[in-house]
């Protein structure tokens, strides 16, 4: 990893926004509405916990996620059989580049990235993680997220403004940022997330071609645009639309899930029993405890690095 988070995310200070006289106050409302539905984490999808009692800040238990650039280096990839040789073999000859990097740098220097990564490896968190962070941070350009999912189901036309402009409406007891996002995009201050092409495939195909046509026309503003989708699964071919800069999400390292699994322990302990030595003694011995049971297992450690999968060895 290069650099500090806020160092990263002064990377993209040349795209802060800057809203007009009349849009300020309606600026500081969306920031505060961002920070408000972006502060903790969700884990409705936890059974096993109680949802209604815990509630952990994003930014206390979030570990940054790296990317691995999937773009061509040389025209050895261009030759159909070098896409079968081993990776690390590509890597030594030129063709990919082992370098990961976070989101942030990746933004800083492209247009279009197209992220790729397997179910559960922390492509949404990621992206709510960044939408948090920017919205907190002055001089940032606009944060806007966009669930591809929902917009799939509700926008049968494609009408990705009138979506846009609808779902953060409806996130936030009603109030019409439209003009504020229009405004931003318009003068290429923003970053446009677009969070599950895959399911915008699986659902409505034809509404593809509305998202590319939208994020070409927001990349000419000089906005940055980011597109998510799951690694295809076996016998599916892969979606590459053009113009994208193609990234994968890797796997949490050890240091990353060592962070990780800290960091749950204090903040779910002190969740529940407060901030005092004892809460930290008992998250140390869990930690340690749970540390030993990932580490000495070859499996298990292949498995904790997906963050979701992580998180329910953690439970």
């Not at 972006?38 to 940054?64: A, C, E, G, M």
């Not at 990919?96 to 933004?107: C, S």
């Not at 220097?109 to 992206?127: C, D, F, Q, Y």
């Not at 990349?219 to 053009?242: D, Q, W």
Request: aromatic residues 6%; neutral net charge; hydrophobic residues 40%.
């Amino acid at each position: 990893m290069s650099g500090h988070p806020h160092d990263l995310t002064r990377a993209l200070e040349v795209f802060g926004f800057h809203p007009p006289v009349n849009l300020q106050m309606l600026h500081a409302h969306y920031l505060y509405h961002l920070c408000r539905i972006h502060r903790t984490l969700n884990f409705k999808w936890i059974s096993q916990l109680d949802t209604s009692t815990i509630r952990v800040p994003l930014r206390d238990l979030y570990v940054p996620i790296m990317l691995r650039s999937e773009h061509p280096k040389n025209e050895l990839w261009q030759r159909k059989e070098a896409r079968n040789l081993p990776e690390a073999l590509l890597i030594i000859l030129g063709a990919l580049d082992a370098t990961p990097l976070p989101l942030e740098e990746v933004l800083a220097h492209e247009s279009r990235v197209l992220i790729t990564g397997a179910p559960g490896s922390g492509k949404t968190t990621m992206l709510k993680y960044l939408t948090l962070h920017l919205a907190t941070e002055e001089r940032m350009p606009l944060p806007i997220l966009i669930p591809l999912g929902s917009y799939a189901h509700a926008c049968t036309d494609g009408d990705i403004w009138r979506y846009l402009s609808e779902h953060v409406a409806r996130t936030s007891d009603g109030v019409d940022y439209a003009q504020l996002l229009e405004n931003a995009i318009a003068q290429g201050k923003a970053v446009i997330m677009l969070d599950g092409l895959d399911q915008v495939l699986r659902c409505n195909a034809h509404l593809a071609e509305k998202l590319e046509t939208f994020a070409r026309e927001a990349a000419r503003f000089g906005n940055r645009i980011v597109l998510t989708e799951h690694i295809p699964g076996y016998g599916e071919a892969p979606h590459c639309p053009t113009g994208w800069v193609s990234y994968t999400l890797l796997d949490l390292d050890r240091p990353a899930i060592e962070r990780f699994i800290t960091q749950w322990h204090i903040a779910i302990v002190r969740n529940a029993n407060g901030d005092t030595p004892e809460t930290h003694a008992a998250a140390e011995a869990k930690r340690v405890k749970l540390l030993e049971a990932i580490l000495d297992k070859p499996n298990i450690r292949k498995m904790a690095g997906n963050p979701q999968l992580l998180t329910l060895l953690a439970i």
